[in-house]
């Protein structure tokens, strides 16, 4: 079987260097470009099959459409694709220029997330990567929502990650002496997380959802922690209401997925667990009477780079290497 040819744009970002690390593990993938910001020549994409935009919001609104002119299937880990119905204008600080090729976007959380086959939907394809606090927090409530154990209207979110997950760039608040021994919110009330969650659950779910979400910064380098304070749903029977029907809950949904563990009272989950990987940890209790779950990822695995190289092992029908489970 022919490899398929891949670029990658951002190569030396974070993300970019994460995707380059677990492609050497993918033995379908050959890797045949790596960019910086500055892009693609044009000359580029007639070399490639599909590409990995690790690239800033306009950049990926501007090349994406460029590659897939060209022929190029694009999995894009920017926000720039990842919104149908909430405002770029408001959320990210930008008008969508690329309204066309946002519809067709095709938003691809693993493993809720069936690509149609290429054979299905022929042509060139645009896969939009879920963000990294948007996975964490939408792994942990689409079963609890979708079976009704929880009211998906009473949901509260603390969300905290490494430094990693803004982006490699100069910045002094991200600087070492700034961050060391420091913990702090940030964007509370305005991370663009939000508004792909909210779509999100409703898509994967089936319900409307309202949900408070704090994000704050840890002082190290990568990984994501978030707790979840629930209500149970009112229709479920109070001798459901305890951690066994959550747990069972996510057994349903991911028990055939190896690079999702569950557990239950007091394994919980924590960041050591999934750093450097591209798995997921989930643990459900109950306290003070009320549901809780702990979600932990890493942002720079599953979060970003290890959910796209498993989005494009999905595109193309390839079962996932060890490295994705």
Not at 37 to 54: A, H, N, P, T
Request: glycine share 8%.
């Amino acid at each position: 079987m022919r490899k398929i040819k891949v670029g990658v744009a951002g190569a030396s970002g974070y993300s970019g260097q994460e995707i380059q690390h677990y492609l050497k593990n993918c033995h379908n993938f050959d890797l045949e470009c790596t960019v910086g910001r500055e892009g693609f020549s044009s000359g580029d994409y007639q070399k490639m099959d599909l590409v990995f935009l690790c690239t800033p919001n306009e950049a990926s609104m501007e090349w994406a459409p460029e590659a897939l002119a060209a022929g190029c299937h694009v999995i894009d880990l920017s926000g720039a694709f990842r919104l149908k119905t909430y405002s770029y204008d408001e959320w990210y600080g930008f008008s969508h220029t690329q309204k066309a090729w946002l519809e067709k976007a095709e938003y691809s959380l693993m493993p809720w997330q069936k690509l149609p086959s290429l054979d299905d939907r022929p042509g060139p394809r645009l896969i939009a990567n879920p963000g990294c606090f948007a996975t964490a927090v939408e792994m942990a409530l689409i079963p609890l929502i979708k079976d009704g154990v929880i009211d998906p209207l009473r949901i509260s979110v603390d969300a905290k990650s490494g430094s990693s997950g803004a982006g490699r760039k100069a910045d002094v608040g991200l600087l070492f002496t700034e961050l060391y021994g420091e913990f702090k919110p940030y964007k509370v009330g305005k991370h663009q997380h939000w508004p792909e969650i909210m779509e999100s659950l409703e898509a994967y779910a089936g319900k409307k959802a309202s949900l408070s979400f704090i994000t704050e910064l840890l002082p190290i380098e990568r990984g994501i922690s978030a707790s979840f304070f629930l209500d149970w749903n009112e229709k479920l029977p109070g001798a459901q209401r305890n951690s066994q029907t959550m747990l069972a809950s996510f057994q349903k949904y991911y028990s055939s997925s190896k690079d999702i563990s569950v557990g239950i009272e007091d394994h919980y989950s924590h960041l050591k667990q999934v750093q450097r990987s591209n798995r997921i940890s989930l643990q459900c209790t109950t306290a003070f009477d009320r549901p809780m779950v702990f979600s932990c990822i890493d942002n720079l695995g599953r979060g970003a780079a290890g959910q796209a190289v498993a989005n494009a092992h999905a595109l193309y029908n390839f079962s996932m290497p060890e490295c994705l489970l």
